[in-house]
């Protein structure tokens, strides 16, 4: 089992910046990435980032790309995901998952989740 929390949400203007954290326990070598996905209200579960543990590659949606850095500190098993240049369409509640990541981008490959941490931008 491998345990995940999220942390770093709140508020921001349009423009600013957050950075939101994933710290990972439990069996974490039963995982080869860690990605962020995000739900807003109405709206359909979409990927965000995600990172290979090994260091072997990060991939990005195309609607973050230039704006979202993930990263890792693999002393501390946390994963973060540095987002600058917010969009109010950026609102949404960030997920942190973990798994195999067969495919980085898609859900169907991790099966671990977090409980969620806010991120809300406003005009």
């Known amino acids: 089992q491998v345990q995940l929390v999220e942390s770093g949400g709140g508020s921001v203007q349009a423009g600013g910046s957050l950075r939101v954290s994933c710290a990972a326990s439990g069996y974490i070598y039963s995982v080869d990435a860690i990605a962020w996905f995000r739900q807003a209200p109405g709206k359909e579960r979409e990927a965000v980032a995600a990172?290979?543990?090994?260091?072997?590659?990060?991939y990005y949606a195309d609607y973050v790309k230039g704006r979202f850095t993930i990263s890792q500190d693999k002393a501390k098993n946390t994963v973060y995901l540095q987002m600058n240049s917010l969009k109010p369409e950026d609102t949404a509640m960030y997920y942190c998952?973990?798994?195999?990541?067969?495919?980085?981008?898609?859900?169907?490959?991790?099966?671990?989740w977090g409980q969620g941490t806010q991120v809300t931008v406003s005009s």
């Open positions: 990172i290979y543990t090994d260091g072997r590659g990060t």
């Open positions: 998952a973990a798994g195999r990541g067969y495919q980085p981008l898609s859900s169907d490959w991790y099966e671990y």
